[in-house]
């Protein structure tokens, strides 16, 4: 019953208070999950932006007016909450995501449940003291942490909740949404991505560089919207692939809180695990170029550090180039021309997020109509989405629903037309008024 404007008041103050304490809470989620600090605090800053528009929601939360087909009738519809909202979120995004799911939620005015990873049950913490502090009344954000089987399953099954939303692998997503749908609950999933950067023979290859290393290696290649495909055109392999690896050689894995770092860890022993695996494979299927191996010297031993990774000679059906790695390495896919690299970028089951270097307007009209991923970038890499823009993916990426954007408002509102007839008659609608 709180008025939309008032819980944007809340929402704003929520917003503020993560600004006031940015570095705090930046540097408590790289000591917590490990990414370098820089990219902590734009993950914290994502938190900050989508509290902000979401706030600005409260006053507008648009339904429509619209004419009606008799007259002395008024014709509108408008949004209303859910109820109680399951919120499970991913340890790689830990202060971004749960803001990007639980502000519009909140705005909207439901009630949530909030089940962080357990890799992060800090951040989530921290983020919900200032909630509390922001001025949420009790009840209206509840934290629980614990294990997807514990906790997650219990919020799903719950006969109170009212929406499911989910990000993480798409093998729990899948699960989820078989247990939701016993209770015809709405599932909102953001699931997994093998995303690929297509370089073209006229692209500038050093601006190429930096995106595919910015987009592989940030945040350690733990990122859904990561590139682990690179799809170059035949002519320009070699001389792209020289820049990605002096540039690679030259990364420095390390803390995340040193500032000369540009690579963190992995975020536990059981990723690392999966990334050796991955390369064991990769080493079967295509030609290391560098990397490929667990860093254990020096300041690093004791530590979850993998080097950064590159394949060269990856066929575009290869298991490397198929499935999701979710770690530092790199798949170099070489190809004839566009035709075959935009074929070999929608050869997957995701389709998250794609980007194409190219100087040829054309081309990268046709790549923003052809590429099969709900993110498509021009000339730069597949990572930095904007929070007042959708955020999904096609495919098995999710299933259909979208973050940000006002568009996330659909997943935690249901629709209501209301028709007021002010004629002082019986009109018929749905029936043939019309004159013979």
């Known amino acids: 019953r709180t008025p939309a404007p008032k819980r944007g008041e809340i929402l704003y103050a929520f917003g503020a208070l993560m600004a006031e304490h940015k570095e705090r809470l930046a540097r408590a989620m790289t000591r917590e999950m490990g990414k370098v600090l820089a990219e902590a605090r734009g993950d914290v800053q994502e938190g900050i932006d989508i509290a902000y528009l979401m706030a600005g929601e409260g006053r507008r939360m648009a339904g429509e007016t619209v004419p009606s087909e008799l007259p002395d009738k008024w014709a509108m519809s408008i949004r209303q909450p859910l109820g109680v909202a399951g919120i499970i979120t991913p340890w790689n995004f830990p202060m971004a995501i749960p803001c990007w799911k639980t502000m519009p939620a909140l705005v909207t005015g439901n009630t949530v449940v909030f089940k962080p990873s357990s890799d992060t049950p800090h951040c989530a913490t921290l983020l919900v003291e200032l909630m509390a502090e922001a001025g949420f009344p009790p009840g209206v954000v ?106 690679t050689r030259a990364l420095r894995l390390g803390s995340g809180l040193d500032p000369a770092v540009d690579v963190g860890p992995l975020i536990n022993a059981g990723a690392v695990d999966k990334v050796d695996s991955y390369v064991g494979i990769g080493r079967t299927e295509a030609e290391l170029v560098l990397g490929g191996r667990r860093a254990t010297e020096g300041d690093l031993a004791g530590g979850h550090f993998f080097e950064p990774t590159i394949f060269a000679a990856v066929g575009a059906m290869d298991r490397i180039g198929q499935e999701e790695i979710f770690g530092p390495v790199l798949s170099v896919i070489p190809v004839d021309d566009y035709g075959s690299a935009m074929l070999a970028l929608n050869q997957t089951r995701y389709g998250l997020s794609s980007s194409v270097f190219t100087r040829d307007i054309n081309k990268a009209f046709r790549a923003m109509r052809d590429f099969e991923t709900g993110i498509v970038y021009v000339n730069a890499g597949t990572t930095g989405a904007e929070v007042h823009l959708p955020f999904g993916g096609w495919k098995e990426t999710g299933n259909g629903h979208r973050e940000a954007g006002h568009i996330a408002l659909d997943t935690y509102t249901e629709w209501k037309s209301i028709y007021v007839d002010f004629s002082g008659r019986l009109q018929r609608a749905q029936i043939d008024n019309q004159p013979a």
């Open 142 to 247: 509840n934290l629980v942490t614990g294990s997807g089987g514990e906790v997650g399953d219990a919020i799903v099954d719950s006969p109170d909740v009212s929406i499911i939303s989910f990000t993480g692998s798409s093998t729990t997503g899948r699960e989820i949404a078989q247990r939701a749908a016993r209770r015809l609950k709405r599932v909102s999933l953001e699931l997994g991505g093998k995303n690929g950067v297509v370089v073209l023979g006229d692209a500038d290859l050093d601006l190429a560089t930096d995106g595919v290393l910015w987009s592989a290696f940030g945040t350690t290649g733990q990122r859904c919207t990561a590139a682990s495909r690179v799809i170059v055109e035949r002519s320009v392999v070699e001389p792209l692939l020289q820049r990605l690896e002096a540039r």
